[in-house]
């Protein structure tokens, strides 16, 4: 049983900062891409930064600039640094992980609980 939990949500003023946290648990044989995806009310989920075990990132064009992926390997972590944070930036923001339980390199994509992040005016 493979298990994501974020932590790091919260409510904050604009121009402020939140740092968002990943940990993925379980029999993980091994974690190919990790990423950050958010859902405000009424939308659809959208992809906001992803970082592959390599450390290569990408980001929407909308946190380009204000928001930083990272992931720590060996704790099968990933963070999301977010500056300068507007109120468009309120959402759940959801944790995946491409994930493989075995040796034979077949990766499922596994999805967290999603944290509240609130950006007051």
């Known amino acids: 049983q493979v298990q994501l939990v974020e932590s790091g949500g919260g409510l904050v003023q604009a121009g402020g900062s939140l740092r968002l946290s990943c940990a993925a648990s379980?029999?993980?044989?091994?974690?190919?891409?990790m990423g950050w995806y958010r859902q405000a009310p009424g939308k659809q989920r959208e992809l906001v930064s992803a970082i592959t075990s390599a450390g290569r990132t990408n980001y929407a064009d909308s946190v380009k600039g204000r928001f930083t992926i990272s992931r720590a390997n060996a704790k099968n972590m990933v963070y999301l640094q977010m500056n300068s944070l507007k109120p468009e930036d309120t959402a759940v923001y959801y944790c995946?992980?491409?994930?493989?339980?075995?040796?034979?390199?077949?990766?499922?994509?596994?999805w967290g609980q999603g944290t509240q992040v609130t950006v007051s005016e």
């Open positions: 995946n992980a491409g994930i493989s339980l075995t040796s034979l390199g077949r990766f499922e994509a596994y």
């Open positions: 379980g029999s993980i044989f091994s974690i190919n891409a």
